[in-house]
């Protein structure tokens, strides 16, 4: 069983990064991909974007100019960086092992809330 754990500050201000790391145990990051999802109020799931087996990253394109995801092996753990947010990024993020599509496990979310 793989177990994902998403932490980080549940409030960011405008135009601040918002910033979450994802802790995995029983597997390791080193294989497979390993992605970032939200869910903004009243939206659907929308993926951000992935962390592949050898460290290249893959972002969805509406957010690509803000996004990175950087992973820290010794840990275990990969992370997010969303730039310049505003309070349409508030959201409940997820992290989740897999590519674009299949995400078998997944974290049980973190409330982000952009408001000043």
């Known amino acids: 069983q793989v177990w994902l754990q998403e932490s980080g500050p549940g409030l960011v201000k405008p135009s601040q990064t918002l910033s979450l790391t994802c802790t995995v145990s029983?597997?390791?990051?080193?294989?497979?991909?390993w992605s970032w999802i939200r869910q903004s109020p009243g939206k659907g799931l929308e993926w951000m974007g992935v962390m592949g087996d050898d460290g290249s990253t893959y972002y969805s394109p509406s957010l690509e100019s803000r996004t990175s995801i950087s992973r820290d092996t010794s840990n275990n753990q990969f992370s997010l960086q969303l730039t310049s947010v505003t309070p349409e990024d508030t959201a409940v993020y997820y992290c989740?092992?897999?590519?674009?599509?299949?995400?078998?496990?997944w974290g049980q979310g973190t409330q982000v809330t952009v408001s000043s």
């Open positions: 989740a092992s897999g590519w674009y599509e299949r995400h078998d496990y």
């Open positions: 029983g597997g390791s990051i080193r294989t497979s991909g």
